[in-house]
């Protein structure tokens, strides 16, 4: 048999009390600085629509590693990836 390698041990995720689990229902927005420079930015418009950053867009599913979320405007449904968005109220 050939030497192995020992796996490195798997760091445990520590949560603060700022990251509340998004899910659900969840109230969120769009943190502008992780979403600039995304495959998603760079397949919508240059300019940012405020009412992303402002929130408060709900979200409606998940898939994976992202969300369907919901905005209080006549706009459509967008997916983004959960990493792209923080609680609203942070």
């Known amino acids: 048999m050939a030497d192995a390698a020992p796996a490195p041990a798997a760091q445990p995720q520590v949560q603060t009390p700022a990251q509340t689990p998004l899910k659900k229902g969840s109230l969120v927005r769009v943190n502008k600085a992780a979403y600039s420079g995304s495959l998603e930015a760079s397949a919508s418009e240059a300019q940012l629509p405020a009412y992303l950053v402002d929130g408060p867009g709900e979200i409606l599913a998940i ?21 792209q968005l923080e609680a609203f109220g942070n």
């Open 63 to 83: 898939k994976g590693d992202y969300a369907q979320l919901r905005w209080r405007r006549p706009v459509p449904d967008v997916w983004l990836r959960l990493d």
